[in-house]
């Protein structure tokens, strides 16, 4: 039963850091693109079709 739980409590922890890796990942990606758009904002009148 012991190794259930420590199972379990591995298994916890891993999804805890993926969670944690996943979260400063797709934060990273929102700073990228709200400064992509705030620069293509900026230039707007420099871009002609």
Aim: net charge positive; hydrophobic share 55%; aromatic share 4%.
């Amino acid at each position: 039963m012991e190794r259930v739980y420590k199972t379990m409590r591995n298994v916890g922890a891993g999804n805890i850091a993926i969670g944690i890796l996943i979260a400063i990942t797709g934060l990273a990606v929102g700073i990228v693109a709200i400064i992509n758009g705030a620069l293509l904002l900026k230039r707007k009148s420099e871009i002609e079709f």
